[in-house]
Structure formats: C-alpha cells, structure tokens
C-alpha cells in the first residue's frame, strides 16, 4: 500500500457516539484532591495548548482543578512512563496524541507499552496540521518551497518538536513522496522548535496549527497548506496539501487521554462521562476549532480500538519510509 494511503488511514474517523449519562452513585466522593494532568511536551507546544483549557473546564465540572505538569523528553515517553507507573487512583492521567500513544513505531524498548499498561478515557479531538514558514521566507506557496528544495538539495531544514511525532511522521511521509531532501532538526517540543522558526534557524515546520496561531494572525508566519482533506473553517484561505502539489497526500493525529493501567473503573467513567458533558455544554469545541483542529468526543473502549489499528499502521509506515529516532 502506497505510504500515502498508509498516512490517510491515520484519521480513524467515526461519527460522534451519543454522550453516555453520569451513573448515579458512580464514586461520588472522587475527586477529593486536584487531578494532575501530564504531558510529554514543554509548555507552548499543540498539546499544550489544547490541554490547558480543555483540562481548566474538566476541572471546573469535576470540582476540582486538574493540573498540567510538562515533562519533556523522547518523544513523550518520560511522561508516560511516569504515568504508567503512577498510583491508578485517578489522580494522574495522561494527554497526549497519536504520536505518543504509537510510540513503539520507533521505541520497540521502552518501559511501558500503550496498550497494557493504560486505561483509556476519552477522545478529545481529532484534526491537520499545518505546513508553516517565517512570512519573511522567499516561498510564497507550497509548490514553490518544493521547488526550492529541488534546487538547494540539503540546505533547507525542517525544525519538528521530536523525533518519532507526529509531525516528524508527516514531514517524513511528505518528504519521501516528493523526492525532497530537506534536514529534519529534532527539538525538545514545538515551542524551541518554533522559536527557532520565528529567528530564522529553521525555515519550516509542521505542526498542529495552535502553535503557530499567535504569529500567523500577527502577520509574522506564513501557513502554505493544511494537512487534511478539506480546508478547515477557520483557515479557508489555506490551501490542503492536496490542492497546494501533493498528490493523495492527508494527515490527521487524533489526542486522546489515559490513566494508569488498574484505575476503577467508575473513575475512569467518571472522567470519560465529564469529557463528554465539557463537550456538550461549554464553549471548549469552538475554543478548539480555534486551534485549526476539530472537537471530537469518543469513548475510551473507541480509543483503545483505534490505537489498536494504528499502532499497526504506524509501525508499516515508519518501515516504508525508513523513518528513525534522530
């Protein structure tokens, strides 16, 4: 199967399940004390950024504050291996992305594995990223950042916030298909990444578009394109990938939330059935169509099913396109 279609099955998209109903009696006591929230990213990065208000309304609905704590490294896999190996009590859940959650694509190794070690929640959004560039870079279009990349084989650079993320996979994927030779530069996070992108030390980036978002309606960046099969609402003057030169080419992540492997189930009901109201009864779907991403409530039994197909599918592609750890 061609990588791009490999790329395309990445979306898993479903229609929305009916929101389920807060069982009465459902361990009322729980949360008595703060949630705290972990995520494998430095603050200023797309996780970041959907998590802190998303986890501020939870908060709010579950009476108690959940907490993000940033702990950075290898791709996510310091926080989760934190996380997997927490109390599973309810009260240190991870948020993260595909990426994470398919980590063993590329860290076959690790401490923790995904699927065993945690217990799904809930979806919380599905959606592209963006192809950036300073507003100052001579690449007015996709086509023509191409073509610069035919002509300087080597020279230009792609700064990403780890290896093994999602946007290092895109990149990859994109790459491999166009013939380009452009330097992947792995930084601790998005935020480093982009900051190096805004003084001119890298020249692109993909991303999820919460990164950018600030410097792009400040004028500062240029998106040239968006990842998924159809313009977004908020960015219609941003072309897809598809109608910029690459052809079949879509890539969407999807973020989920999880906690350690054993927590009672009620608990983990408890935050599933909170998600599900937050996304029902507050303003967190517009804040997050914001983000040039899309609001998408799932069940944790529906993650758990879906990392199961894409965690195949992760490690075929990285295989195909010979992608590895920096």
């Not at 059935?273 to 991403?293: A, C, H, K, Q, Y």
Request: glycine share 12%.
């Amino acid at each position: 199967m061609p990588i791009r279609r490999r790329a395309m099955l990445l979306a898993g998209l479903a229609a929305t399940p009916a929101l389920p109903r807060l069982a009465a009696g459902q361990d009322a006591a729980y949360p008595t004390r703060p949630v705290r929230v972990v995520i494998g990213f430095p603050p200023g990065g797309g996780i970041d950024t959907i998590a802190r208000p998303t986890f501020q309304r939870v908060g709010d609905r579950l009476g108690q504050p959940c907490v993000v704590d940033n702990r950075a490294g290898n791709n996510g896999n310091i926080a989760m291996d934190h996380v997997a190996k927490s109390a599973p009590d309810g009260y240190t859940v991870f948020f993260g992305n595909v990426g994470n959650y398919t980590t063993h694509a590329l860290f076959p190794n690790l401490g923790f594995d995904t699927l065993r070690d945690f217990s799904y929640i809930s979806q919380v959004t599905f959606g592209p990223l963006v192809i950036a560039v300073r507003a100052d870079f001579p690449a007015q279009t996709l086509k023509d950042l191409m073509d610069m990349a035919k002509a300087q084989p080597g020279v230009l650079n792609f700064g990403s916030g780890g290896s093994g993320g999602v946007p290092h996979f895109a990149f990859e994927v994109w790459r491999q298909q166009m013939g380009l030779d452009i330097v992947h530069v792995p930084y601790r996070g998005s935020g480093p990444a982009f900051q190096d992108l805004l003084g001119g030390r890298v020249q692109m980036m993909v991303d999820g578009y919460g990164v950018v978002r600030g410097a792009h309606e400040a004028g500062r960046v240029r998106v040239l394109a968006i990842t998924s099969g159809r313009r977004h609402p908020n960015l219609l003057d941003v072309p897809t990938a598809m109608e910029a030169g690459v052809p079949g080419f879509e890539f969407v992540s999807w973020t989920a939330w999880a906690a350690p492997a054993g927590t009672p189930e009620p608990i983990r009901r408890k935050l599933e059935e909170t998600m599900g109201w937050v996304m029902e009864n507050t303003d967190l779907p517009r804040v997050i169509l914001g983000f040039g991403t899309f609001p998408q409530f799932d069940t944790g039994a529906s993650v758990r099913a879906r990392l199961e197909r894409d965690r195949e599918v992760w490690a075929r592609i990285a295989r195909e396109a010979k992608i590895v750890a920096d």
